[in-house]
């Protein structure tokens, strides 16, 4: 088996677990939270800086990579590891997000989807089986299957549609598979209905998958929708298997995602916000530019220990934003991937600890104060 | 005395010296290439990856710093060192350079010079007593008197006016300096005439500067004649006393001036043409994006052995600079800073170990044939 996960522990009140996913990139204590690396590099940041962050697993987009530099490139350098210099878990996504979000002007068959690239125009055709193969080529070690991921609102009828495809594709993309050193996760799909979802994972659990996904999730549904569809789904998902819910970061979302027994996580918040001069501290969202931090010299969060804070000020880092400099885009990255590493760890040691639930009681009604209302 | 500076030992055959310069913030071996850090920052990199890069001193600039974030912010924070985290040595710019270079609105008279700024078109008043007050707050180790730099090509009696003004400037400078951590070096202006310089030297060798700096080079001129002008005056600067070369950070310059009897230098150039995608190597310039690289798994220089060149290869940093990455701009800074440190370092080794003419007389002809021609 390309990858072993073994659940450690479950806190007894609630669905949280810790688990340890091991892939022949190292383990993964779970749970985790993975930073995007979209172009096979985390913006602004070095895989020795996320090495000493302590990110065991990284996510980069198959899609992203098929455009530019292209498959030949990576395959010629060794994969996509050895392209990045990344020595750490690589998890790549299949493309179906970005065909179905970046571009407008896509034709969809049951056989495959058709889409412009939004880099140059140039058309291209893509199936199940030629997505799996990308993967295989980059060599990530956990492979995302080809799903239909439908935008929010949607139709109970269109979801059970998307539902549909991704589950003929998934089925495809595991015949296609041929990478002994990768596993290949399947996605669940079916918007906030209940009996879609459900209907999605048992086609899914038939084929037998190593990992699954929950996609079509953290797209603009409201939070309480979102944690009703964990809810429902997450308790009849393999206990056995890692279970990981795509695009999400913020903190209130992922303690309550933990609660419902979700893994592993991915979003680009974290590092996106951090390049528009937003940070995350213990007291939420911090906006550097505000001029209230022009002469302050207390550190981003007094609470964090990161080497940002140890070593530079609220003022220094507000004038680096001001006035465009490279490293006030590295500092704030820095820093917010340190909080949620800090945070994920901070969670993990509550489960391990047997204290999730009192964790979770002290926790969520405030980071549902900082976060509750924002994206 | 704020700073310390004595010649260890001189080239028998050329007049290249090997010195050390000692200031309250460590000791700079010279001749030394100080990198530019405009606005309080090495664009794209740490003060922890200058340490690392071993460059001992680095440069910043009064005017950028006090127009963004202006020097109350600077003065509350402690001063620039505090405020960038910076425990090496610092040299601040007067200003002169940008006033004369940034600014086309600008009313000159001998008092002072009015300008508007490039940011927001703000109208601001800069004397000679004024800006060395904004250099005594800024704190930095070695300041620069308010220059006159006039644009090449220039008449002998508009480069006259200018070391007249310049001159006279610098007196009043030396009046108001008062921070007594800190060295104040005269700036000789002078153009390529010859008289001119000798005329600037002497007046300011009267006020009897802890340094002195060649202004006014590096404006435009061809190569040759900033040798010529190099080689009248810098056998005259007195001996004990470190020589700046302003604006100088090509190798070949580098090494011709290092001959000719300067120690210290700064320059732009590296980091710019960095975050341009284009590097240093032991073969002269590379420019990444060349589509020759884009399957090139062998790193930017194989003669190199800086972090880079030992984990990244060619195809993986043009990708980078392909997709708008900040890694790209990163990673080519790094290199380029690594590889202007080791050429000093080598020059060092040169002159410590008394073969430094035969050193000069192999590598010249080798760097005139790689940066001979383009600047």
Redesign the interface.
Known sequence: MPIKFQVITTCPEAGARRGCLTTSHGQIQTPAFMPVGT???V????VSELQELKYPIILANSY?LYL??GL??IA???GLHR???WEGALLTDSGGFQIFSLNRLRKLDDHGVTFRSHIDGSTHYLTPERVTRIQNVLGSDIAMTLDHCPPYPCSWEKAREAVVRSTRWAWRCLQAHEYRGQALFGIIQGGVFNDLRKLALAELVKMDFPGYALGGLSVGEPKDLMYKTLEGVTPLMPSGKPRYLMGVGTPDVLLEAVRRGVDLFDCVLPTRIARNGRVMTAKGYLTIRNAAY??D?SPLDDRCSCHVCR???R??I???F??G???A??LATYHNLYHLAQFMAEIREAIDGGYFGRYYREKAPELNNYYGSVV
């Open positions: 172009m096979g590099t913006k602004a940041i070095t992203h530019r530099p030949e490139i010629r350098s060794g392209f990045m210099n022009a002469s010299t070593n530079y000020s003022a220094y507000r004038h680096l001001n006035t400099e490279i490293l885009m590295r």
